[in-house]
């Protein structure tokens, strides 16, 4: 796996934050939660952010509460300001001063064209928050009625991206013993977290090889919605329209990586946030909290308990380990619940015995948490096999792209219950372990051949580039 | 005769960094659906207290409930009164005459459109001229800080700061406890100079 050195313009991140300086009363609570010091300027004065550093992850988005006033006469019409935001007309929402772009308006029009099949992927996270938006408590799980929501907006295939989450943890996993078996790069990082991603290819570019070459679910969906989910429906890989809603800003920035195209089209031409969903849903004038319960289309719909945990802190960890147990020593790890790799936003280490193997691993959850270890990697003094990182708080469900929360005062409820209603979710589903997802398994028989095999390598592994 | 002394919020300009906050929870607070999220608001945000930011300073503004309201005192319609140790405004009786407005030294009332149910109330009795011809115009009425009258936890502003600059003063228990000080800090300067 080579590096190519390419420098990064301010187009390439194709500003996908930004902070409107009408707005902004540069009182820098979004300097403070960023994690790469992106955010520039003097107290009191408009904030701006520097493309060069911001790694997109949204938390500005989330804490600022510079709203634009109805009263205020010296600023731009909302109207104007939405079309800059590329928010849907629909949207009655205030405007704060930091925002993401946004992608609906892409999403409602190829909705509308009949000439294309539209398919989707919805992250973990997604499906314990979306509901907030609807008038429903912090953290309601509403997989079904998601689902059910999709097809009322006029999605055609109503996939899953828990679907490839499972699936990554078969590659990662398997990657990951092969790098232990085989002497390969160690500690390895794991690659899901598309700001996480960024940041060692801007802050430790030399350190790239630790990173897993596995995609993230997101892309390994859409690479895999525009080959075998063609293949499946009969249709040209060119129909296909690939739509993904993400807990998360920076996903945005992943489906536009040149590289990620690798179904010989764009593997996914829109990324939405939670946020945006909902208001494609209200616009559409659909009653989300009445709508009935409804599955996931197969076969790249289903999920285990292993691939929905993906959105919290130490959920990519634990289902990781509840496979790779099993692939290494050929028995069921004796407690499915490995409660040590769970926890709130730092730094957690754990190691567990499997079968001669102590296999160690750390996981970081704040992007701000990651230096010291970072450096620790570099200096060569990791003690641990299998590193997991996670920009935002508490994983995915503490996402840039999330309902954002009014009140500061229940930030802390709201990822609390995203948190436990994931596990909830995990605990009540038949299967619980990636590789015991029968369509999985089928893909893998019927498309892929074997993990790391050569499909496999060409649709679900990629390249990284370093941006120093 | 009642010698307690109206509470009021008032801002510690040191500590305020113009975040608007304290403007947000205020207006969701007020508004007839709960709001958790950014997506739930579909009206307006409209707080009762107002951030001021200048050159000079940087804090919000709102009610003191005065113990001799001159917004009272002025208003038409009887509309203002004192319940509970409160300056409360009742909009159903008011005719957005603006004279409170214009009486309040603080500039703690503002006239605001009304909304029920996510849609502006307009007053089919008065018509307004606009490009697109005659249209019904919006209610307003006259809007002031209530001190979350109605909420449980008391003002809204208050715990939503983040820097905690906002507080809720209590004129009688604020005096007592800086007479106390004083009388301490005068006994720690005597014990000096006598032992």
Redesign the interface.
């Known amino acids: 796996m080579s590096e190519e050195i390419v420098s990064v313009t301010a187009a390439e991140a194709a500003c996908l934050i930004k902070i409107d300086e009408e707005l902004c ?5 979004c300097a403070a939660v960023c994690p790469v010091d992106a955010i520039e300027g003097e ?2 004065q408009p904030q701006t952010i520097r493309q060069d550093r911001c790694v997109i992850c949204g938390q500005c988005v989330q804490i600022c ?3 634009a ?3 205020d006469e010296d600023i731009a019409p909302r109207e104007q300001k939405m079309a800059e935001r590329g928010l849907l007309p629909s949207v ?3 405007l ?1 001063a930091a925002y993401n772009r946004g992608d609906a308006g892409k999403v409602k029009a190829a909705l509308a064209d009949s000439q294309l099949v539209t398919m989707v992927q919805c992250a973990p996270a997604v499906r314990v928050a979306i509901a ?4 429903l ?2 953290g309601s799980l509403t997989p079904g009625q998601m689902a059910a929501a999709l097809r009322r907006v006029g999605f055609k295939r109503v996939y899953d991206t828990n679907f490839t989450a499972d699936l990554t943890i078969m590659e990662e996993g398997s990657e990951l013993i092969q790098r232990v078996t085989e002497g390969g790069t160690l500690p390895m990082f794991t690659s899901c977290c598309p700001a996480w991603v960024k940041y060692v290819e801007q802050d430790y570019p030399e350190l790239i090889p630790h990173l897993s070459s596995c995609k993230s679910p997101q892309q390994m969906a859409g690479a895999l919605f525009k080959t075998y989910g063609a293949k499946v429906d009969g249709i040209g890989a060119e129909r296909v329209f690939s739509v993904s809603v993400m807990p998360c800003t920076c996903k945005k920035f992943e489906c536009d990586r040149p590289e990620m195209a690798d179904s010989g089209y764009r593997d996914v031409d829109v990324v939405i946030t939670t ?1 945006e969903l ?2 494609l849903i209200k616009d559409a004038g659909i009653d989300f909290a009445n709508l009935p319960e409804e599955e996931f289309d197969k076969p790249l719909g289903t999920y285990s308990g292993a691939g929905t945990i993906f959105g919290v802190t130490g959920g990519v960890m634990e289902a990781a380990l509840r496979t790779g147990y099993e692939l290494i020593t050929n028995e069921a790890i004796p407690e499915l619940s490995i409660d040590f790799v769970r926890g709130g936003e730092g730094v957690r280490k754990a190691s567990v015995q499997v079968g001669d193997l102590t296999l160690k691993v750390a996981v970081v959850s704040g992007l701000k948490n990651v230096k010291t270890v970072m450096e620790q990697v570099k200096a060569g003094k990791a003690d641990f096999h299998f590193l997991e990182v996670m920009t935002c708080p508490v994983g995915c469900v503490s996402g840039g792209g999330q ?8 930030k802390p409820t ?1 990822y609390t219950n995203r948190t436990a209603n994931t596990y909830r979710h995990d605990e009540n589903l038949p299967v619980r372990k990636s590789h015991d997802n029968q369509d999985v398994q089928n893909l893998y028989k019927a498309f892929l051949g074997e993990p790391l095999g050569h499909e496999s390598h060409h649709l679900l592994h990629t390249k990284y580039t370093a941006r120093k | 005769m009642n010698t307690n002394l109206n509470a009021f919020v008032v801002a510690d300009p040191n500590k305020c960094i113009g975040c608007k906050v304290c403007e947000v929870a205020c207006s969701v607070a007020h508004t007839d659906k709960e709001t958790l999220t950014v997506g739930m608001i579909d009206t307006p945000v409209i707080g009762k207290l107002y951030l001021v930011k200048t050159a000079a300073v940087t804090m919000p503004v709102q009610c003191r409930h005065c113990e001799d309201a001159p917004c009272a005192q002025v208003c038409q319609e009887g509309a203002i009164i004192q319940t509970n140790g409160k300056i409360i405004i009742n909009e159903e009786e008011c005719i957005g005459c603006k004279t409170c407005l214009m009486a309040c030294p603080f500039g703690a009332i503002d006239i605001v459109p009304v909304y029920k149910n996510g849609e502006a109330v307009t007053q089919t009795g008065l018509m307004v001229e606009t490009k697109d011809g005659l249209v019904e115009k919006g209610l307003a009425v006259a809007s002031k800080c209530d001190l979350c009258a109605e909420r449980a936890g008391g003002p809204a502003c208050v715990s939503a700061c983040p820097e905690k600059a906002l507080e809720l003063v209590v004129p009688k228990q604020e005096k007592k406890r800086r007479n106390i000080n004083a009388a301490l800090n005068l006994l720690d300067s005597v014990k000096k100079f006598i032992g």
Not at chain 1, 25 to 29: A, L, N
Not at chain 1, 403 to 410: N, T
Request: glycine share 8%; with cysteine; net charge positive.
């Open positions: 009363t540069g009182c820098r609570r107290k009191g509460s510079a709203y006033s109805i009263f009655k929402e205030p704060f907030e938006e609807f008038g408590p912090f946020r909902a208001q309902p954002k929360v009014v009140l500061p005062a229940d709201a």
